[in-house]
């Protein structure tokens, strides 16, 4: 299912709210000709900011961050009720949902109801009465839904431990253990202006390298030739020469995270790096040797399976990474979906195993770049030019996964927002961050 791009109207939600605060408030002279109302408060006891205009409320309410709107509710009964409603906060959701940064399968909103006829809800403050339990109201929490997406908010949905796994994860960071191992690959790894493997490389403040396979040349971080005694070094399996002629295998690096975690990168590239240059020159797809597709009924389904050398990696390491291409107007989702599902087959290992999305482009546009290019101020995706987090979710189908996964918004150039998603890969592989 596609995200939902279109936004709630403006009009919409103040014409709820509206007819929310004349149901909530009355005057006498209104009680005494209607004895069928069942008034709350009179509109001689709302307080001055109670009584400002709808608009303006409602205007109050835009520029507000989520835990200042929580405390105006605490003001007064009428803007507990006001700050509750569930169109508001659907609003709220279309409108800032494609400006986080990353999401994950436990943050993930529930899109389908977001798509919903927004017409379904226009009744709802109206009917809405304080006191009266919201799901007999409302069968979404569009409040719950936006705090537990927003990465502002989202802290006390975080990944935790139950009390006895704590212990048991103390006593264990005691004993040596092997740095976990990811396998990278995607379309963003090699499709980008800038590589984000290169300059990984070479950004020491960021994530340090500490150690490279010694005895090959590395040239932008593909390591070139036979890598088999290397990867026994660092417990990757035997790799072939002709599997790095035909495929193009990164060399498996270790990184330290913080000063503290090492992690092993293994970096699979869908061909050799020559024809990866003349393609990215040509704007044409390359033909992917890591996969090879299966025969489906009906044909239209598509279905790949790793080669055996790439099965190999897919049972060696503690997770994955894939890099996609956020740029606008990139990508096939179909195809990524398949290949994605295709590494992460429960044959290969368990679905405990985390997926980290690294969703990339090239470099930030800077503001002024925005201003003088028409065609980028006219993108679906607005200002920021990019593929937001949560459709690159719906079109890589990450909700389908049995697995834990993140998306996390990256720039190649700086490598912003790297090291969030690391943090968040470790802890789902068990390390104590």
């Known amino acids: 299912m596609e995200a939902p791009t279109e936004k709630l ?28 109302q069942s008034p709350k408060i009179p509109v001689e006891d709302a307080s001055l900011l109670d009584r400002i205009p709808v608009d303006v409320q409602f205007l109050i309410l835009t520029l507000l961050p989520p835990e200042d709107i929580c405390r105006l509710g605490a003001t007064s009964r009428y803007w507990r009720a006001l700050v509750r409603d569930p169109l508001l906060w659907k609003y709220f959701l279309l409108r800032d949902m494609p400006h986080w940064s990353s999401i994950d399968h436990v943050t993930m909103p529930k899109l389908e109801a977001l798509a919903s006829d927004i017409c379904s809800n226009d009744l709802q403050l109206e009917e809405r009465v304080e006191g009266e339990e919201q799901d007999n109201v409302s069968k979404y929490d569009y409040m719950a839904e936006y705090m537990k997406g927003h990465p502002a908010c989202r802290q006390k949905w975080q990944f935790s431990r139950p009390p006895y796994e704590v212990v048991t994860s103390f006593l264990t ?113 390359v033909n992917d040797k890591l996969f090879t597709s299966e025969d489906t009924d009906p044909p239209s389904c598509l279905m790949f399976i790793p080669n055996p050398q790439v099965q190999e990696v897919c049972q060696a390491v503690s997770g994955f990474i894939y890099v996609a291409n956020a740029e606008p107007g990139k990508g096939d989702g179909t195809v990524e979906a398949a290949k994605i599902q295709a590494v992460l087959s429960p044959a290969w290992g368990s679905t405990a195993r985390p997926l980290l999305v690294l969703s990339c482009v090239s470099r930030e546009r800077l503001k002024e770049d925005l201003e003088t290019d028409a065609a980028l101020r006219t993108t679906p995706t607005g200002a920021r030019c990019r593929t937001p987090s949560v459709e690159m979710a719906q079109r890589l189908r990450l909700p389908q996964l049995p697995n834990p996964w993140m998306v996390q918004d990256t720039v190649a150039e700086s490598l912003s927002g790297l090291l969030d998603g690391i943090s968040w890969l470790l802890r789902y592989s068990g390390l104590r961050i």
């Open 9 to 36: 109207s403006e009009s919409l939600v103040i014409r709820s709210l509206k007819r929310f605060r004349d149901r909530l408030f009355y005057n006498t002279c209104q009680l005494e000709s209607d004895s069928n």
């Open 173 to 285: 960071s005691l004993l040596p253990s092997s740095e976990p191992r990811y396998a990278m690959f995607g379309p963003g790894i090699e499709q980008l202006d800038v590589s984000m493997v290169t300059r990984l490389m070479h950004a020491p403040d960021v994530l340090p390298v500490a150690a490279i396979p010694s005895g090959r040349q590395i040239n932008g971080g593909e390591m070139h030739g036979s890598l088999h005694a290397d990867l026994y070094n660092y417990g990757w399996s035997y790799w072939p020469s002709r599997l790095q002629n035909n495929i193009g295998i990164g060399s498996g690096i270790s990184y330290t995270y913080n000063h503290q975690h090492k992690l092993n990168i293994l970096t699979l590239y869908s061909t050799n790096r020559a024809e990866r240059d003349r393609a990215r020159v040509g704007q044409y797809s």
